[in-house]
């Protein structure tokens, strides 16, 4: 589609703020809408570009420049620059392509907006499939069959505090998908609690799938999990820092999910400890408790060092808790 | 009937005349058929439509077998395997149960089958003619499920009887449908065994779609055994869940009613097992799925498996159930770590050799 023609028809003009329809979001493919750096740059050097409007005869339906516009009404700016087309000029999938391509030059997409441009052209400008396959998910840097697009626009519906979320914390669209599967209502719980962890992307999607397991497995919700005294007394308390309270959340979360497995690790753990091994000699448990073979490994710099560290192995070996150890695999 | 529909039919034009590809066009329920000259065109071009597993099981196609209709059983890293033989006359699988691992299997957007049973025929005497000191148990259901397409492909009535000259082989038909119309009537010599994998019907419903239910296993497998076929069970996979000991117990106290233990020629036990990726395409196809719910772990063959003492234990149970309803009959895991055969048996066997004398030794007593 060749929109040069559009220049002819369009006219650059001085609009006034109040006749622009801010509730038109028709043509929306940005998320968030307020930026503080736009606000701070628009209050040292006002608008550079002109945004892109719709003239439809007793209002003005905003194509391109949402931003801007909000931006205008926060500082008080009366009127803004504008290219204004007539609405006969200017047909839908038109403005639609104007405002995308325009987009698409200047700055790259968040996973909301990719959502946005995607429902917008499949449910609204109604697109072929071939053209959508192959010109705007490679655009946009998806890959989607028909049935993980339908997932993908679920995204749209998220509260706008998680939408928000997941664009300032850039999460991962796995993750993103994997929170989409739990109801609305946990969907909120789950930002409530993920909010003063501060994940990294692997341990988010770690503790949403345990999350999700731990609830389908025991017939329970989101909120029995996060308001039971053992993860309640983590979140509350103040005397660690934010990794800690992750990691002992996301430690809480696998003994929920994995009983017997970390009973075992516990268990092996004890027992190193009552075998109070010397400094530098490291005994490992087989992976998982599934071989059979025990590892132990020490560093040595010499003669005396190795005989100190043949003692101690001789000395554990003569103990009867080594025997318990054996037996856990 | 096993009733399924297909949207198309490909026929490989070198296989129009077969004895199964007219069977097929004949009793099969499809739209639209399409003759071709190159499979391997078409199933590039499926490969590159990204059809989904849903749509790859609505389509057939019939062309020739090239490779070697037979091969011997993979095994896994550090588990014992009995060398089995598989016998592939098809590709995919038209039942849909969760935790199947063809999905996983991208190479593989039709269901194929190949109908060139001369080809077969001689690969059978490649492997057995001259090797008159092994016994050998060659298996249908690696693939696909070895019976759930027989009413429209006969399949069973053209094996069967090629298996009748040798006395170093078994064939094994496993399944789990109902769909064995044809056997009753055919000539076995004792040279084939019928198998049916069991689970309590929880897991069938949510589990093995498509597939048929455990009263109807179990009406199929007594239909085989009047007729004098020897009958296998398998519980594989075995899925821990909250009341799995009750159900699984059930449905061995079912088996037992229904077959006499004497005609049980094997029985084996394999937890639930896969490669890390199946999760996430059952999580995407079958969301309500709750196979993954229990405490699976990766193993050093790459595969998750519930944690050893879990597997222990339900394995020991099972034992104890089977031995309780079927005194002597022979048990063995599939792809089990000796480890794991020495904590619920008390011993096991040396290597793969020992596991597939174990089975030599069963056929002889059982057609004694």
Known sequence: ?329 | MSGFNFQKIYIDKKVKDYFITKNILKKAFYKEVEYIDDPCRILAQRRSEKNNIFDSKKTLLLTEQRGNYIKRCPGTKRHLCCNYYFLNFSTNCPLECSYCILQTYINNPILTLFVNLDKLSHDLDNLLKNQHHRFFRIGTGELTDSMALDDITSYSKSIIPLFEKYDNALLELKTKTENIDDLPKLKHNNKIVTSWSLNPNKIIKKEEMKTSSLKERLDAAQKCQKKGYKIGFHFDPIINYPSWEEDYREVIEKMSVRIDPKNIIWISLGGLRFNPPLKSIVKERFPKTEIFLGELIPCSDGKMRYLKPIRVEMYKKMVKWIKRNCPNVFIYFCMESKDVWAKVFGWSPKNNKGLENLFTERVKTIYK
């Open chain 1, 1 to 329: 589609m060749k929109i040069n023609s559009l220049e002819k028809t369009s006219e650059l003009k001085l609009v006034s703020i109040k006749d622009i329809d801010i509730k038109d979001k028709e043509f929306l493919i940005t998320f968030p809408l307020r930026s503080d750096t736009l606000i701070n740059s628009i209050k040292e050097i006002g608008i550079i570009t002109p945004i892109i409007l719709r003239d439809m005869q007793n209002r003005y339906q905003i194509i391109s420049g949402f931003k801007r516009v909000f931006a205008c009404r926060e500082l008080d700016i009366k009127s803004i620059k504008a290219i204004v087309h007539s609405k006969n000029d200017l047909k839908d999938k038109e403005a639609f392509y104007l405002n995308f391509y325009e987009n698409l030059t200047l700055r790259s997409f968040n996973i909301v907006e990719k959502a946005m441009i995607l429902n917008n052209l499949f449910e609204r400008i109604k697109i072929d499939t071939k053209e959508y396959k192959k010109k705007f998910l490679p655009l946009l840097g998806l890959d989607f069959n028909k049935k993980q697009l339908k997932d993908f626009f679920g995204l749209l519906d998220l509260d706008e505090k998680i939408k928000t979320y997941i664009v300032e914390e850039n999460i991962s669209l796995k993750n993103i998908l994997q929170w989409m599967r739990f109801t609305k209502k946990e969907q909120k719980d789950i930002y409530r609690f993920i909010l003063p962890l501060r994940l990294s992307s692997n341990k988010l999607r770690e503790v949403l799938l345990f999350l999700e397991e731990i609830c389908q497995r025991d017939k329970i919700s989101v909120k029995d999990i996060i308001d039971c005294i053992e993860i309640q007394d983590v979140l509350n308390n103040m005397n660690i820092t934010v990794s800690q309270r992750s990691s002992k959340i996301r430690d809480l979360l696998k003994r929920k999910r994995f009983p017997q497995l970390t009973s075992m690790e516990k268990s092996f753990a004890d027992i190193i400890k009552d075998l109070k091994l010397p400094k530098g000699i490291i005994f490992r448990s087989p992976e998982y408790f599934e071989e059979k073979e025990f590892s132990i490994e020490f560093k040595i710099k010499n003669k005396e060092e190795l005989k100190r560290v043949s003692r101690a192995l001789l000395n554990m070996s003569e103990k009867e808790k080594i025997s318990e150890l054996f037996k856990m695999s």
